[in-house]
C-alpha cells in the first residue's frame, strides 16, 4: 500500500477512512498535502471505494490547520509554494468522485477547517470548535476557505468567521449550516460510518454524475445546470448501473453495482 505522508488509510468493503496523523495538531505540510492530491486520486482509480472519511487521530484536534512556523520569515516564496499545494489538495478532495464526509473531532482551525469545507458533508463531535483565524495573523484562507464558506452558512456568518475571527462550537455549525449533524464526543466516527454505509448503497455512477450537478450549482446559472440535468440523466442510460439498478428494484432484490 503507499505510504501517504501524515495519512493513514484503511479501507473496509466501499469506505475508506482517513486518519490525520501529524501530531499533536494534525498541522498540514509541504508533504501531507500532496499526499492528500494523491490519495484522492488513488481513491478515484478503485472502483470499489464508494465513500470517504475523513477524521483527526485522537479526540483534541481534527486539525490546525498549517503550521505558522511556515510562514514566520515572510519567505514569499515559501508563501507561494504552500497556497498552490494547499489549494490543489482540498480541490482533489472536493472533487472526489464519491461521497467524502468529515469527522470534525475536536479543534478545526485554518486550513484544517477548509479541509472539512472541502467535503461533501460534515459531523462535528460536540466539543468540537471551528474557526478561520488567519486575519487576525495578517493571512486570510487560501484553500477555498473564503468560497466554500459562504456558500454553506452565507455572506454574514461567512464574515463573523473570517473577518471578525469568530469561533463557533458544535450547536452553533449546526445552527448556521456549517455542520450536517451533531454527535457525543467520540461518536463522529460511528456516525459517519453509518451514512457512509448509504451513500455505499447508491449507484456510484449516478452519484459521481449527481455530485458534479450539485456543486456546478455554485458557479452556472440554473438554466444552464438544468440542460445539463437532463443530459447526465440520459447519459445514465449508457451505463452499465442503470439497468442493474431499476432490475433490481423491479426484481425487489439488492443491486450489485458495477461502477460503470
Not at 472519511?53 to 490546525?64: L, N
Not at 479543534?107 to 461533501?120: I, P, R, S, T, V
Not at 454574514?156 to 455549525?173: P, Q, S
Request: glycine fraction near 8%; hydrophobic fraction near 45%; charge should be negative.
Amino acid at each position: 500500500m503507499t505510504d501517504y505522508i501524515n495519512l493513514n488509510l484503511a479501507i473496509d468493503g466501499h469506505i475508506a477512512t482517513v486518519t490525520l496523523n501529524n501530531p499533536p495538531a494534525h498541522t498540514w505540510t509541504m508533504d501531507s498535502l500532496p499526499a492528500l492530491k494523491q490519495l484522492v486520486t488513488d481513491l478515484n482509480a478503485n472502483d470499489e471505494v464508494y465513500a470517504l472519511i475523513i477524521h483527526g487521530d485522537g479526540e483534541k484536534f481534527f486539525s490546525a490547520g498549517a503550521d505558522l512556523n511556515n510562514f514566520s520569515d515572510g519567505d514569499k516564496g515559501r508563501a507561494i509554494s504552500m497556497a498552490i499545494a494547499f489549494g490543489e489538495a482540498f480541490e482533489a478532495l472536493s472533487a472526489y468522485r464519491g461521497v467524502s464526509i468529515a469527522v470534525i473531532n475536536g479543534y478545526a482551525m485554518g486550513g484544517g477547517l477548509e479541509c472539512a469545507l472541502a467535503c461533501d458533508i460534515r459531523i462535528a463531535e460536540a466539543h468540537a470548535q471551528m474557526a478561520l483565524p488567519e486575519t487576525g495573523v495578517g493571512l486570510l484562507p487560501c484553500a477555498g476557505g473564503t468560497q466554500n464558506l459562504p456558500m454553506l452558512v452565507g455572506e454574514g456568518w461567512a464574515k463573523r468567521m473570517i473577518l471578525c475571527g469568530e469561533h463557533v462550537d458544535a450547536e452553533t455549525a449546526l445552527r448556521i449550516g456549517l455542520v450536517e449533524e451533531v454527535v457525543d464526543k467520540g461518536a463522529g466516527l460511528q456516525a459517519a460510518q453509518a451514512l457512509a454505509k448509504k451513500a455505499a448503497k447508491q449507484s456510484p455512477v449516478a452519484v459521481s454524475y449527481s455530485k458534479a450537478l450539485i456543486q456546478a450549482a455554485r458557479h452556472n446559472p440554473p438554466a444552464q445546470n438544468l440542460i445539463h440535468e437532463r443530459e447526465a440523466f440520459v447519459k445514465l442510460f449508457d451505463t452499465n448501473d442503470q439497468r442493474e439498478g431499476v432490475q433490481a428494484f423491479l426484481e425487489k432484490r439488492q443491486p450489485t453495482w458495477q461502477n460503470k
